[in-house]
Structures are given as structure tokens and as C-alpha cells.
């Protein structure tokens, strides 16, 4: 049993592609972190992307990994491969700064 002091180091990348318009993003990742959950949100804030586990309760605005392990995204991020933040990621939240 983890105490509150030990934290999980998330460690791995998604991978971003040009989509089929302009603003679409296909994001991708073989991160075993999206393993264990199906559903997820994901909020940017211009400087930080933020994809969080949906637990049972799933929002209208979740995305689904789908089993060729990707998602599509209409954002303007940038295309190419970016990494987990390990200091600021969790089980439960990915964070992502670019």
C-alpha cells in the first residue's frame, strides 16, 4: 500500500499528427498509463495539455481510445512527439507541456 509521500512516475509520449482538417490533431501512444481506462478528457491551456482518466461517470465530452491506440483532437498543437511532465503526472492525470 502506497503511503501519500510515494507517488507512481509516469513515463512515455504521445505522438501528434496532422488530422484530416486543418485544426485536427490524431494523437497516439503505446503508454501502458491508457491501459486501464477506456474513456478520457483532455484539456489545453496553450501551454500544457491535461488528459485525465474518466472514472465511472463518463462526460459528454470524454474521448475514447480506441484499440489502434489513438484519438482524434481539433486543437492546434504542435505535430510531433511529446513527453509526459513525470514531476506533474499521476495514475490518474496526464500532464504534457509543450
Not at 4 to 11: G, N, R, Y
Request: proline share 3%; aromatic share 12%.
Amino acid at each position: 500500500m502506497k503511503t501519500k509521500l510515494e507517488k507512481t512516475i509516469v513515463v512515455g509520449s504521445i505522438n501528434v499528427t496532422a488530422g484530416r482538417a486543418q485544426r485536427y490533431r490524431q494523437l497516439y501512444s503505446n503508454s501502458k498509463w491508457f491501459d486501464d481506462s477506456e474513456y478520457f478528457t483532455v484539456k489545453e491551456d496553450g501551454k500544457c495539455l491535461k488528459i485525465r482518466k474518466c472514472g465511472l461517470h463518463i462526460p459528454r465530452n470524454a474521448q475514447k481510445f480506441t484499440s489502434s491506440r489513438h484519438f482524434m483532437y481539433v486543437s492546434e498543437l504542435p505535430i510531433g512527439r511529446l513527453d509526459f511532465d513525470p514531476e506533474d503526472s499521476s495514475e490518474d492525470e496526464l500532464v504534457i507541456y509543450y
